[in-house]
């Protein structure tokens, strides 16, 4: 089994999106068996909260069912996750220090690494703007996780089902 964190700062935008966004790709692909899906934060500000209110209207919208609770990045995750998948630098560094062995620094990688538009870019949080940014947050992590999924694929030699 494949599993694959999404991490942001607050898991109520960025992280759930992009969890939504593959776990409907992964449903589509039948490999609902191969590959788990889950996002964090990396901050403890919204632990147990849904995601924003916008992000769930933004995931709707593209045809994405959202059904999370906030929770934050903990040392399990290195050993749970086959791949740390980070929306930014600073989320990366923060779950870096976190690794002070560097023991699982090849787990971690950018949403944006997938990105052929903008490699390794961060994708920027749209908590503090308007509609607009939540619709462009959603388009690069569109891209980023079809690209992403087509790598697991690859990859871990996956066979799609459906």
Known sequence: MVKVLFVCLGNICRSPLAEGVLKKLVKEK??????????????????????DERTIANAKSNGIELNHKARQFEKGDFRKFTYLITMDEANKNCIERIDETKEFTDKMMLMRFFDETDKNADVPDPYFGGADGFQKVYDIIDRSVNNLLDWLIKKHDLEVKA
């Open 30 to 51: 039948g490999l609902e068996d191969e590959i788990e899906v889950d996002s964090c934060g990396t901050s403890k500000y919204h632990i147990g909260e849904q995601p």
